[in-house]
Protein backbone atom coordinates (compact mmCIF):
# COMPACT_ATOMS: atom_id res chain seq x y z
CA UNK A 1 0.00 0.00 0.00
CA UNK A 2 1.30 3.35 -0.86
CA UNK A 3 1.72 6.06 1.89
CA UNK A 4 0.65 9.27 0.24
CA UNK A 5 1.90 12.04 2.03
CA UNK A 6 1.12 15.84 0.97
CA UNK A 7 3.87 18.35 0.62
CA UNK A 8 3.10 21.56 2.60
CA UNK A 9 4.68 24.16 1.40
CA UNK A 10 4.14 26.70 3.70
CA UNK A 11 5.77 24.88 6.57
CA UNK A 12 8.64 26.68 7.83
CA UNK A 13 12.16 24.91 7.58
CA UNK A 14 13.27 23.88 11.61
CA UNK A 15 15.67 26.73 11.61
CA UNK A 16 12.96 29.05 11.17
CA UNK A 17 13.97 30.62 8.42
CA UNK A 18 11.42 30.51 4.78
CA UNK A 19 12.67 31.11 1.02
CA UNK A 20 11.19 34.24 -0.66
CA UNK A 21 11.54 35.32 -4.26
CA UNK A 22 12.69 39.03 -4.48
CA UNK A 23 10.52 41.04 -6.04
CA UNK A 24 10.81 42.13 -9.54
CA UNK A 25 12.96 45.37 -10.42
CA UNK A 26 10.71 48.28 -11.10
CA UNK A 27 11.36 48.88 -14.99
CA UNK A 28 13.07 52.33 -15.67
CA UNK A 29 10.94 55.65 -16.47
CA UNK A 30 10.10 56.15 -19.83
CA UNK A 31 11.83 59.26 -20.84
CA UNK A 32 9.87 59.35 -24.54
CA UNK A 33 6.71 60.34 -23.46
CA UNK A 34 5.46 63.21 -24.38
CA UNK A 35 2.96 65.49 -22.75
CA UNK A 36 0.59 67.94 -25.32
CA UNK A 37 -1.47 70.76 -23.97
CA UNK A 38 -5.35 70.17 -24.01
CA UNK A 39 -6.92 71.19 -27.65
CA UNK A 40 -10.64 73.24 -27.26
CA UNK A 41 -12.86 73.04 -30.21
CA UNK A 42 -15.43 75.37 -30.13
CA UNK A 43 -18.58 76.03 -32.63
CA UNK A 44 -21.37 78.14 -33.28
CA UNK A 45 -24.73 76.67 -33.13
CA UNK A 46 -26.47 76.63 -36.79
CA UNK A 47 -28.64 79.51 -37.00
CA UNK A 48 -30.67 77.67 -40.34
CA UNK A 49 -33.31 75.14 -39.90
CA UNK A 50 -33.36 72.00 -42.17
CA UNK A 51 -35.63 74.06 -44.91
CA UNK A 52 -32.67 76.24 -45.51
CA UNK A 53 -29.94 74.78 -48.49
CA UNK A 54 -26.81 76.39 -49.20
CA UNK A 55 -25.53 74.88 -52.58
CA UNK A 56 -22.23 75.81 -53.57
CA UNK A 57 -20.69 76.24 -56.90
CA UNK A 58 -18.23 73.38 -56.71
CA UNK A 59 -21.08 70.99 -55.60
CA UNK A 60 -22.37 71.47 -59.53
CA UNK A 61 -18.76 72.01 -61.34
CA UNK A 62 -18.11 68.32 -61.01
CA UNK A 63 -21.09 67.16 -62.51
CA UNK A 64 -22.76 67.72 -66.25
CA UNK A 65 -25.35 69.45 -66.67
CA UNK A 66 -27.55 68.87 -69.50
CA UNK A 67 -30.34 71.73 -68.88
CA UNK A 68 -29.74 74.48 -66.96
CA UNK A 69 -32.64 73.34 -64.80
CA UNK A 70 -30.66 70.51 -63.61
CA UNK A 71 -29.15 72.70 -61.50
CA UNK A 72 -31.56 72.75 -58.95
CA UNK A 73 -31.12 68.80 -58.51
CA UNK A 74 -28.89 69.60 -55.71
CA UNK A 75 -31.69 70.68 -53.48
CA UNK A 76 -32.13 67.56 -51.32
CA UNK A 77 -35.83 66.51 -52.66
CA UNK A 78 -36.31 68.71 -55.28
CA UNK A 79 -37.31 67.06 -58.24
CA UNK A 80 -37.63 68.56 -61.93
CA UNK A 81 -39.19 66.80 -65.31
CA UNK A 82 -39.63 67.66 -69.03
CA UNK A 83 -42.03 66.14 -71.14
CA UNK A 84 -41.89 68.28 -74.26
CA UNK A 85 -38.14 68.10 -75.50
CA UNK A 86 -37.20 71.49 -73.83
CA UNK A 87 -39.27 74.21 -75.55
CA UNK A 88 -41.36 75.05 -72.56
CA UNK A 89 -40.33 75.31 -68.37
CA UNK A 90 -39.83 71.73 -66.87
CA UNK A 91 -42.41 70.86 -64.30
CA UNK A 92 -41.45 71.40 -60.75
CA UNK A 93 -41.68 68.72 -57.70
CA UNK A 94 -40.89 69.73 -54.07
CA UNK A 95 -42.06 68.55 -50.65
CA UNK A 96 -44.88 66.69 -52.25
CA UNK A 97 -46.23 69.86 -54.03
CA UNK A 98 -46.76 68.95 -58.36
CA UNK A 99 -45.74 72.68 -58.53
CA UNK A 100 -46.51 72.05 -62.41
CA UNK A 101 -44.52 74.85 -64.51
CA UNK A 102 -43.52 77.26 -61.22
CA UNK A 103 -47.18 78.04 -59.99
CA UNK A 104 -46.18 76.77 -55.99
CA UNK A 105 -42.12 77.46 -56.67
CA UNK A 106 -40.34 80.68 -56.74
CA UNK A 107 -37.65 80.93 -58.78
CA UNK A 108 -35.30 84.13 -58.49
CA UNK A 109 -31.85 84.87 -60.16
CA UNK A 110 -29.48 87.52 -58.37
CA UNK A 111 -33.36 88.26 -56.44
CA UNK A 112 -34.92 89.39 -59.66
CA UNK A 113 -37.93 86.87 -59.53
CA UNK A 114 -38.50 84.64 -63.08
CA UNK A 115 -41.95 83.60 -62.59
CA UNK A 116 -44.03 85.05 -64.57
CA UNK A 117 -47.40 86.44 -63.05
CA UNK A 118 -50.09 85.28 -65.73
CA UNK A 119 -49.15 82.82 -68.54
CA UNK A 120 -51.02 79.88 -70.31
CA UNK A 121 -49.86 77.19 -68.46
CA UNK A 122 -51.15 79.28 -65.25
CA UNK A 123 -49.54 82.12 -62.61
CA UNK A 124 -45.98 81.24 -61.99
CA UNK A 125 -44.81 80.18 -65.14
CA UNK A 126 -40.68 79.76 -64.49
CA UNK A 127 -38.83 79.02 -67.67
CA UNK A 128 -34.56 78.47 -66.83
CA UNK A 129 -33.86 78.07 -70.46
CA UNK A 130 -31.87 81.35 -70.44
CA UNK A 131 -30.02 80.75 -67.15
CA UNK A 132 -26.02 79.00 -68.13
CA UNK A 133 -25.20 76.34 -65.30
CA UNK A 134 -21.58 77.52 -65.04
CA UNK A 135 -21.97 80.78 -64.47
CA UNK A 136 -23.61 80.24 -61.15
CA UNK A 137 -22.04 81.05 -58.00
CA UNK A 138 -24.39 78.99 -55.73
CA UNK A 139 -27.89 78.15 -54.74
CA UNK A 140 -29.93 79.88 -52.02
CA UNK A 141 -33.18 76.94 -51.40
CA UNK A 142 -35.89 77.51 -48.97
CA UNK A 143 -38.31 74.24 -48.52
CA UNK A 144 -41.70 74.68 -46.96
CA UNK A 145 -44.37 77.50 -46.88
CA UNK A 146 -42.15 79.53 -44.29
CA UNK A 147 -40.77 82.18 -46.18
CA UNK A 148 -42.99 84.89 -47.11
CA UNK A 149 -40.55 87.65 -48.13
CA UNK A 150 -40.35 85.29 -51.55
CA UNK A 151 -44.09 85.91 -52.23
CA UNK A 152 -47.09 84.03 -53.59
CA UNK A 153 -45.66 81.78 -55.35
CA UNK A 154 -43.55 80.25 -52.72
CA UNK A 155 -46.23 77.95 -51.42
CA UNK A 156 -43.82 74.37 -51.58
CA UNK A 157 -41.06 76.72 -51.87
CA UNK A 158 -38.19 79.41 -53.43
CA UNK A 159 -35.04 79.25 -55.00
CA UNK A 160 -32.53 82.28 -55.62
CA UNK A 161 -29.63 81.47 -57.89
CA UNK A 162 -26.52 83.76 -57.33
CA UNK A 163 -24.50 84.52 -60.35
CA UNK A 164 -20.64 84.87 -60.54
CA UNK A 165 -19.25 88.19 -60.77
CA UNK A 166 -15.95 86.82 -62.80
CA UNK A 167 -14.16 83.78 -63.65
CA UNK A 168 -10.85 82.79 -62.89
CA UNK A 169 -9.74 81.57 -65.78
CA UNK A 170 -11.08 81.60 -68.82
CA UNK A 171 -13.18 78.71 -70.78
CA UNK A 172 -13.73 77.58 -73.89
CA UNK A 173 -15.43 73.87 -74.26
CA UNK A 174 -17.10 71.85 -77.03
CA UNK A 175 -19.49 68.76 -75.99
CA UNK A 176 -21.20 66.64 -78.42
CA UNK A 177 -23.75 63.34 -78.26
CA UNK A 178 -26.27 61.24 -79.39
CA UNK A 179 -29.29 62.68 -81.13
CA UNK A 180 -26.75 65.26 -83.16
CA UNK A 181 -26.62 66.64 -79.72
CA UNK A 182 -24.50 69.48 -80.06
CA UNK A 183 -23.29 72.34 -76.68
CA UNK A 184 -20.63 75.24 -77.12
CA UNK A 185 -19.94 77.30 -74.33
CA UNK A 186 -17.53 80.22 -73.52
CA UNK A 187 -16.76 82.52 -70.28
CA UNK A 188 -14.46 84.82 -69.91
CA UNK A 189 -13.65 88.01 -67.75
CA UNK A 190 -11.71 90.88 -69.45
CA UNK A 191 -11.38 92.52 -65.89
CA UNK A 192 -11.35 90.80 -62.59
CA UNK A 193 -10.25 93.61 -59.84
CA UNK A 194 -12.50 96.67 -59.06
CA UNK A 195 -14.31 96.25 -62.06
CA UNK A 196 -15.49 92.72 -62.21
CA UNK A 197 -16.89 91.68 -65.65
CA UNK A 198 -18.03 88.49 -66.96
CA UNK A 199 -19.16 87.59 -70.77
CA UNK A 200 -21.05 84.00 -71.36
CA UNK A 201 -22.01 82.72 -74.47
CA UNK A 202 -23.45 78.98 -74.99
CA UNK A 203 -25.19 76.89 -78.22
CA UNK A 204 -27.19 73.88 -77.82
CA UNK A 205 -28.56 72.08 -80.15
CA UNK A 206 -30.74 68.58 -79.99
CA UNK A 207 -32.68 66.70 -82.72
CA UNK A 208 -34.20 64.00 -80.39
CA UNK A 209 -35.02 60.66 -80.55
CA UNK A 210 -37.47 60.76 -83.56
CA UNK A 211 -37.71 59.93 -87.28
CA UNK A 212 -38.43 63.92 -88.00
CA UNK A 213 -35.72 65.95 -86.01
CA UNK A 214 -36.64 68.14 -83.51
CA UNK A 215 -34.26 71.07 -84.73
CA UNK A 216 -34.24 72.32 -81.24
CA UNK A 217 -31.82 75.23 -80.69
CA UNK A 218 -30.83 77.25 -77.22
CA UNK A 219 -28.44 80.06 -77.99
CA UNK A 220 -27.66 82.02 -74.87
CA UNK A 221 -25.45 85.42 -73.74
CA UNK A 222 -24.34 87.15 -70.85
CA UNK A 223 -22.68 90.06 -70.23
CA UNK A 224 -22.55 91.41 -66.62
CA UNK A 225 -20.19 94.25 -64.76
CA UNK A 226 -19.78 94.88 -60.93
CA UNK A 227 -17.86 98.00 -59.76
CA UNK A 228 -16.53 98.36 -56.09
CA UNK A 229 -16.78 101.84 -55.06
CA UNK A 230 -14.30 102.56 -52.10
CA UNK A 231 -15.72 104.90 -49.27
CA UNK A 232 -12.74 106.82 -48.91
Do not use: C
Not at 183 to 191: A, C, I, Q
Amino acid sequence: MWNRRRLDTDRRPAGGFQRRRAPAPAPPPRTDEQTLPPVTVTAPAPVSASSETLVPGRDFELRPQGRPADVVRLIPGFVISQHQGGGKAEQYFLRGFDADHGTDVALFVDGLPVNLRSHAHGQGYADLHFLIPETVQRLEGFKGPYFVEYGDFATAGAVNFVLRDAVDENVAEAAGGMFNTQRYLTLFSPTRDALKTLVALEYYRNDGAFEHPNGYQRFNLLARARATVSEG
